[in-house]
Nanobody
Framework: QVQLVESGGGSVQAGGSLRLSCAAFGYTFSSYCMAWFRQAPGKEREGVAVIDSDGTTKYADSVKGRFTISQDNAKNTLYLQMNSLKPEDTAMYYC????????????????????????????WGQGTQVTVSS
């Protein structure tokens, strides 16, 4: 049973920083995509950043240059370092994961197609709230 547990959310002023963590339990996939999503009230859930089992990363345009996704395989933990936070970054942040059959180009989106195969994130954490005040 795979379980993802986020932590590290909180309230900060604009320009501040936070580091989110996502601890993965029961997770033994050799090939995978892991991602951070966020959802603000009244808005759809959107992908923020993704990392694959080789360490390749992708970011949403809205966070490029400010957010960094990383992973510590020894600790089975995913991170999201968020700098230069803006009020529009306020949202519930979720980590998500999906096992992949070998090398797949991971996307920070709810679902995507590659080589005529549809992929979507199967495992989700409960979320951690980030609030940025102006």
């Amino acid at each position: 049973q795979v379980q993802l547990v986020e932590s590290g959310g909180g309230s900060v002023q604009a320009g501040g920083s936070l580091r989110l963590s996502c601890a993965a339990f029961g997770y033994t996939f050799s090939s995978y995509c892991m991602a951070w999503f966020r959802q603000a009230p009244g808005k759809e859930r959107e992908g923020v950043a993704v990392i694959d089992s080789d360490g390749t990363t992708k970011y949403a345009d809205s966070v490029k240059g400010r957010f960094t996704i990383s992973q510590d395989n020894a600790k089975n933990t995913l991170y999201l370092q968020m700098n230069s936070l803006k009020p529009e970054d306020t949202a519930m942040y979720y980590c998500a994961a999906v096992a992949t059959p070998g090398r797949v180009v991971c996307e920070p989106s709810m679902g995507w197609v590659q080589a005529r195969t549809y992929y979507e994130y199967k495992y989700w954490g409960q979320g951690t709230q980030v609030t940025v005040s102006s």
